[in-house]
């Protein structure tokens, strides 16, 4: 069954950087669609990015420019590099892959704030 673990969140300040990594097992995630998705308090998840095969990526608007979204296959990873953060950032980052089915790891929170 396959399994996902966040990690790499927490407390920073505006302008600030983060990086979260995603950690699969149960399964080999090479042709699937992996990702990151969020959401804070009293609002729906949101897609933030991501990566299909490790070549075609797409990013939400809100974070174009500041986030990067990378895979090692190799590793069953997937990493979100989080730059320039701002307070509406703030939310439980989700890790996503694509299988038969969505599957969801348990997230982990990241909170901006001066």
């Known amino acids: 069954q396959l399994q996902l673990v966040e990690s790499g969140g927490g407390l920073v300040h505006p302008g600030d950087s983060l990086t979260l990594s995603c950690t699969a097992s149960g399964a080999t995630l090479e042709s699937y669609a992996m990702g990151w998705y969020r959401q804070a308090p009293g609002k729906q998840r949101e897609r933030v990015a991501r990566?299909?095969?490790?070549?075609?990526?797409n990013y939400a608007d809100s974070v174009k420019g500041r986030f990067t979204i990378s895979r090692d296959n190799a590793k069953n990873t997937v990493e979100l590099q989080m730059n320039s953060l701002k307070p509406e950032d703030t939310a439980i980052y989700y890790c996503?892959?694509?299988?038969?089915?969505?599957?969801w790891g348990q997230g982990t929170q990241v909170t901006v704030s001066s």
């Open positions: 996503w892959v694509l299988t038969m089915g969505a599957n």
């Open positions: 990566i299909i095969n490790g070549a075609s990526t």
